[in-house]
């Protein structure tokens, strides 16, 4: 399962790396071009099945309308077909539960892997969530997800972003 598509301006770099890999599934974590912006080619280029947030499934069939300056620099985000997502997205190996998570977006998800513990909140770096509350700059958003998930009743063991690892790294020199 592929989290997130990222951006279309990647389209070179990461055609290749989507041609190399067998994705049979898309998560996408909210609408923003940037998680999105290759969905349509993984749409004409792979037999996945592409789920998101049932807010965003009819937006997601037509090109999206962006500021000049997010086209230009991130690229275009054009239609694909997709689907809301169910209650558990299975994969051969693990399920993930869709958690819903409005603020960034109003669609936003984030995708929960109950047995291993992994939060994913849309992106790819990781990093422990222990050491992370450790550290001055915690965005309060994701202290904030993992407290609720807390309160339901499940443990996460690692949170999966789109931020940059150095933000994340504990200080010990405080």
Same mark, same amino acid.
């Given at each position: 399962?592929?989290? $997130? ?28 071009? =940037? ?9 004409? *280029? %792979? #037999?996945? !099945? ?7 499934? %009819? ?5 999206? *309308?962006?500021?000049? &300056? ?13 689907? @809301? &997502?169910?209650?558990?997205?299975? +994969? ?8 819903? +998570?409005?603020?960034?977006?109003? !669609? *936003? ?5 109950? $047995? ?10 990781? &990093? ?10 915690? $965005?309060?958003?994701? &202290?904030?997800? *993992?407290?609720?998930? %807390? ?5 996460? !063991? ?6 940059? =690892? #150095?933000?994340? %790294?504990?200080? $010990? @020199?405080?």
């Amino acid at each position: 399962m592929l989290v $997130d598509t990222g951006p279309r301006i990647q389209k070179q770099q990461l055609k290749k790396v989507f041609s190399a890999w067998n994705v049979q599934q898309v998560a996408l974590t909210h609408s923003h071009e =940037d998680h999105t912006g290759m969905a349509s080619w993984i749409a004409k *280029h %792979k #037999n996945a !099945d592409i789920f998101c947030h049932e807010r965003m499934v %009819k937006a997601a069939a037509r090109k999206a *309308h962006l500021p000049w &300056y997010r086209e230009l620099f991130i690229g275009p985000r054009f239609g694909f077909s997709a689907q @809301a &997502y169910p209650n558990v997205l299975q +994969t051969s190996k693990h399920q993930f539960l869709p958690i819903e +998570t409005p603020g960034h977006t109003t !669609d *936003h998800i984030c995708l929960f892997e109950p $047995d291993k513990g992994w939060l994913f909140t849309g992106g790819s770096v990781c &990093y422990s969530l222990s050491q992370s509350i450790y550290e001055r700059r915690i $965005d309060i958003r994701l &202290y904030s997800i *993992h407290t609720e998930i %807390k309160q339901i009743g499940l443990s996460n !063991d690692f949170l999966w972003t789109c931020r940059n =690892d #150095n933000e994340w %790294k504990r200080n $010990d @020199a405080s």
